[in-house]
């Protein structure tokens, strides 16, 4: 299904009548599909809907499916053939994400006006060299382009500018003239900056320069603010203790069903107590795991270096933490803070992941992937392959700002002759990232004490 570059303005929405709804697919694992032009059997679903303009009978297609390095999304899309009027908007699938996410896009080709775009209701979208915002909930949901996202901008601001003129109303002028500024931002005349800024962590922009790192794109994660959770409506459950396992109601990320999730205290040999959480839908039997470190953000971060030199490495215990970066310089790979999240698992284990997150990338495959792309993703794929049947010598590196990141030294308690372990003191940059410049331990008692 393309995405379009733009949504029409117009009503709220269309009304959905009841009408047969076909059958979903039996395996609750096969509702979300990577979304991919040469999938034949990926169809979206047709209900008969209220057009809100006209109010006869259009359609309304329903899309389930996958978009690659990201998650599952539904894509809707309303069209009546009475008057014309269309409108298209995506929803996440899943859950609310644990950190909110901000992209920040360097536009300084028009190539970068391709990129795919998920922005979710929540997002905010900024232009700062225009002194330009959309903020959050002001538009619906959308799978779109980084063009679509300006072009779905001028429309908005068009809209009302008719009854502006004949109204004679001052602030016309400015608007055209702020279109026109709009618009030149679409023929990439000089670069300008993208914001898009997500609590809820659901939006996304793409890479197309994957599994390579994207130079023009900056993706950070970050922890929400009161406010930010108050206006996604979070709340937060009680949780329950047996016999040192906590339980809390959460629901299913695959099927949306309640379920509960485990989570357990964990003591690594060597390194510090970690915490397990586990989920297991009792509806679609789909399973997860993460781990996040149970203690407190170390003073220096911690880089580590492991000489893959035997096909033993493998199964070496590795505990990335959701603020680890991973980098491969033989496969100039590199894989940003929170991908994959948190992971207690082998090196083969974690490898396997990274392969199969780079690999099956639908936008490689389709009519959208670019000359040479796919030769490049499975030249990746067997070189990772190499490497982890002890074929190919490689470096593995884990880059840790918080220090929480671990793997194991087989030859303990003496050093690894070919693993190399640095501490390092952080960067301004990454204390922002971690929210510790604001962060005040000491001497808070003080301020604190006439309040008393």
Known sequence: MAASGAVEPGPPGAAVAPSPVPAPPSAPSHLFRPISAEDEEQQPTEIESLCMNCYRNGMTRLLLTKIPFFREIIVSSFSCEHCGWNNTEIQSAGRIQDQGVRYTLTVR??????????????????????????????????????????????????????????????????????????????Q????????IDDPSGNSFVENPHAPQKDDALVITHYNRTRQQEEMLGLQVSGLKDPENVLQFNTNCPECNAPAQTNMKLVQIPHFKEVII????????????????????????????????????????????????????????????????????????????????????????????????????????????????????????????????????????????????????????????????????????????????
Do not use: W
């Not at 990129?115 to 959050?136: C, G, N, Q, W, Y």
């Not at 990439?188 to 914001?195: A, D, G, H, M």
């Open 277 to 452: 959480m586990a989920t297991n839908c009792e509806n679609c039997g789909h399973r997860t795991n993460e781990v996040k470190s149970g203690g407190a953000v170390e003073a220096l971060g911690t880089r580590i270096t492991l000489h893959i030199t035997d096909p033993s490495d493998m199964t070496r215990d590795l505990l990335k933490s959701e603020t680890c970066s991973v980098e491969i310089p033989e496969l100039e790979f590199e894989l940003g803070m929170a991908v994959l999240g948190g992971k207690f698992t082998t090196l083969e284990g974690l490898l396997k992941d990274i392969r199969e997150l780079v690999t099956k990338n639908p936008f490689t495959l389709g009519d959208s992937s670019s000359p040479g792309q796919a030769e490049k993703l499975q030249e990746f794929s067997q070189k990772m392959d190499q490497i982890i049947e002890g074929n190919m010598k490689a470096h593995f590196i884990m880059d840790d700002p918080a220090g929480n990141s671990y793997l194991q030294n087989v030859y303990a308690p003496e050093d690894d002759p070919e693993m190399k372990v640095e501490r390092y003191k952080r960067t301004f940059d990454q204390n922002e990232e971690l929210g510790l410049n604001d962060m005040k331990t000491e001497g808070y008692e003080a301020g604190l004490a006439p309040q008393r």
């Open 109 to 186: 080709a028009l190539e970068d006006m391709n990129r795919e775009v998920v922005k979710t209701d929540s997002a905010t979208t900024r232009i700062p060299e225009l002194d330009f915002e959309i903020p959050a909930f002001s538009q619906k949901g959308a799978l779109t382009t980084v063009e679509g996202l300006i072009t779905r901008a001028i429309s908005g601001l068009e809209q009302d500018q008719p009854a502006r003129r004949a109204n004679k109303d001052a602030t016309a002028e400015r608007i055209d003239e702020f279109i026109v500024k709009l618009k030149e931002l679409k």
């Open 188 to 195: 990439v005349t000089s670069p300008f900056t993208l914001i």
